[in-house]
């Protein structure tokens, strides 16, 4: 059954990344259809310039077939003429550089890179749809909006990182190799209609940033960090990793996710008190929870069935329950603060051998009954035990069997000389109480 499950789910992951790789394919092919035009005579070398008379020798190109770079200490730059670029876009440590425009370019072909642009306030490109390589910006500390007004619907990637934009109004793709959003403070809202992504990294960008990807269908990995909110509702796969981690968002719902190929990491958030993924059946790699102090408990994953690495839980948690699960290939290593939570179900997956890896623990606050041992015996009242046993809730009674019953059940529990103890103890309280 297991197996069945995994081949189906790798046949959707596989047709889902054909599909990916056909929708970019298809957008690359579109966009070289529409470079149709000839280069005019004059028009097809690179030009790298550092003054705007450099810009404006360039104006009757209506098409230019080569890479335009802006470097030095120009105050603005002003491209003319220029409908479509065959070539990149690159301006890079123009430290003076406050404006840059284009109002007649349509088309960048290649990659679109600005970098280490200090005093860059103003980005107008009003006609611009098409970018047939990347956007690469980074550390434009001064640029705050963008005045893309055609909106760029086709690029291959975008890695925006170090900036003052509050969004990314302009931008808006159907399919991305590569989103990377990373040290903008600024932008508090990311709503985008993306359907297929290889990597997206959203980290570190306004505290209170709102994710949101409603049209997602299918991604390789994902990485947020540092967000408020998450929308992923028509997520159906991640062919590769899944981490969220050091946000503040209160809750992750993943409804209609089936399957992730590699890790499932959610940690270090500190609001977090619901995860819930009910569709996911397998985790290709390791499956880690910790260090979520708000989440009480882990009871989300209803279908998960199979977890091809680790497993990692620790947290102050009162459950942590995976009640499909029957194949983990790793270890396990479940640890809990709270004095509620049960290895139960843990030690009959150990005994059924669900569990393959060499490294099986579950801990978790000695019980009220192994508190009163500790009292007794001036011992700490806050060590943890760690037994492939199920641990026995003892208790007291006025009755010498059910003192006897009592220390048989500690001894499954702590060992022979634990019995003793035990048994000791609940003698001498039922002849007290």
Same mark, same amino acid.
């Given at each position: 059954?297991?197996?069945?499950?995994?081949?189906?789910?790798?046949?959707?992951?596989?047709a889902?990344?054909?599909? +990916?790789?056909?929708?970019?394919?298809?957008?690359?092919?579109?966009?070289?259809?529409?470079?149709?035009?000839?280069?005019?005579?004059?028009?097809?070398?690179?030009?790298?310039?550092t003054?705007?008379?450099?810009?404006d020798?360039?104006?009757?190109?209506?098409?230019?077939?080569?890479?335009?770079?802006?470097?030095? #200490?120009?105050?603005?730059?002003?491209i003319?003429?220029?409908?479509?670029?065959?070539?990149?876009?690159?301006?890079?440590?123009?430290?003076?550089?406050?404006?840059? +425009?284009?109002?007649?370019l349509?088309?960048?072909?290649?990659?679109?890179?600005? !970098?280490?642009?200090?005093?860059?306030?103003?980005? +107008?490109?009003?006609?611009?749809?098409?970018?047939?390589?990347?956007?690469?910006?980074?550390?434009?500390?001064?640029?705050? /909006?963008?005045?893309?007004?055609?909106?760029?619907d086709?690029v291959?990637?975008?890695?925006?990182?170090?900036?003052a934009?509050?969004?990314?109004?302009?931008?808006?793709?159907?399919?991305?190799?590569?989103? /990377?959003?990373?040290?903008?403070?600024?932008i508090?809202?990311?709503?985008? @209609?993306?359907?297929?992504?290889?990597?997206?990294?959203?980290?570190f960008?306004?505290?209170?940033?709102?994710? !949101?990807?409603?049209?997602?269908?299918?991604?390789?990995?994902? %990485?947020?960090?540092?967000?408020?909110?998450?929308?992923?509702?028509?997520l159906?796969?991640?062919?590769?990793?899944?981490?969220?981690?050091?946000?503040?968002?209160?809750? *992750?719902?993943?409804?209609?996710? %089936?399957?992730?190929?590699?890790?499932l990491?959610?940690?270090?958030?500190?609001?977090?008190?619901?995860?819930?993924?009910?569709?996911?059946?397998?985790?290709?790699?390791?499956?880690?929870?910790? #260090? #979520?102090?708000?989440?009480?408990?882990?009871?989300?994953?209803?279908?998960?069935?199979?977890?091809?690495?680790?497993?990692?839980?620790?947290?102050?948690?009162?459950?942590?329950? *995976?009640?499909?699960?029957?194949?983990?290939?790793?270890?396990?290593?479940?640890?809990?603060e709270?004095?509620?939570?049960?290895?139960?179900?843990?030690?009959?997956?150990?005994?059924?051998?669900?569990?393959?890896?060499?490294?099986?623990?579950?801990?978790?606050?000695?019980?009220?009954?192994?508190?009163?041992?500790?009292?007794?015996?001036?011992? !700490?009242?806050?060590?943890?035990?760690?037994?492939?046993?199920?641990?026995?809730?003892?208790?007291?009674?006025?009755?010498?069997?059910?003192? +006897?019953?009592?220390?048989?059940n @500690?001894?499954?529990?702590?060992?022979?000389?634990?019995?003793?103890?035990?048994?000791a103890?609940?003698?001498?309280?039922?002849?007290?109480?």
């Amino acid at each position: 059954m297991i197996s069945k499950v995994l081949v189906a789910s790798l046949a959707v992951s596989g047709a889902l990344a054909a599909s +990916s790789t056909s929708s970019t394919s298809a957008s690359k092919t579109s966009s070289s259809a529409t470079s149709s035009a000839a280069v005019p005579s004059g028009c097809s070398m690179d030009v790298t310039a550092t003054s705007q008379a450099d810009l404006d020798k360039i104006a009757g190109c209506s098409v230019f077939g080569g890479d335009i770079t802006i470097e030095g #200490n120009l105050g603005t730059a002003f491209i003319n003429g220029v409908k479509e670029l065959r070539g990149g876009l690159k301006v890079n440590n123009a430290t003076l550089l406050t404006s840059l +425009s284009a109002p007649s370019l349509t088309e960048i072909k290649d990659d679109f890179e600005l !970098s280490q642009l200090t005093t860059l306030s103003t980005l +107008s490109f009003p006609l611009l749809t098409t970018i047939g390589g990347a956007i690469r910006w980074t550390t434009l500390p001064a640029l705050g /909006n963008l005045q893309f007004n055609a909106v760029v619907d086709s690029v291959s990637s975008i890695l925006i990182s170090d900036t003052a934009l509050e969004s990314l109004d302009g931008i808006n793709v159907d399919s991305l190799d590569e989103l /990377n959003i990373n040290n903008n403070k600024y932008i508090e809202s990311l709503d985008m @209609s993306i359907k297929h992504v290889n990597a997206l990294d959203i980290s570190f960008n306004s505290k209170g940033l709102e994710v !949101s990807f409603p049209d997602l269908i299918w991604a390789k990995n994902i %990485t947020l960090q540092s967000v408020s909110s998450v929308d992923f509702s028509s997520l159906i796969t991640v062919n590769d990793s899944a981490g969220f981690k050091n946000s503040s968002f209160s809750s *992750l719902d993943f409804k209609n996710v %089936t399957s992730i190929g590699g890790t499932l990491a959610i940690n270090y958030n500190d609001a977090l008190d619901e995860v819930s993924f009910p569709n996911l059946g397998s985790i290709g790699g390791g499956f880690q929870i910790f #260090n #979520n102090t708000k989440l009480q408990k882990i009871n989300g994953f209803n279908k998960l069935k199979s977890v091809g690495g680790a497993i990692e839980f620790d947290g102050n948690f009162t459950e942590a329950d *995976l009640p499909s699960l029957n194949l983990v290939k790793g270890g396990v290593d479940v640890e809990s603060e709270s004095t509620q939570f049960n290895c139960s179900s843990w030690n009959k997956a150990h005994k059924d051998g669900d569990i393959q890896g060499d490294k099986y623990v579950c801990s978790a606050p000695a019980s009220q009954t192994s508190v009163l041992i500790s009292v007794t015996s001036k011992a !700490s009242s806050t060590s943890k035990t760690s037994t492939s046993d199920e641990t026995a809730a003892a208790t007291s009674s006025n009755t010498g069997a059910a003192a +006897s019953s009592a220390a048989k059940n @500690s001894a499954s529990n702590y060992g022979v000389e634990g019995a003793v103890v035990f048994g000791a103890v609940v003698a001498l309280a039922a002849q007290l109480f």
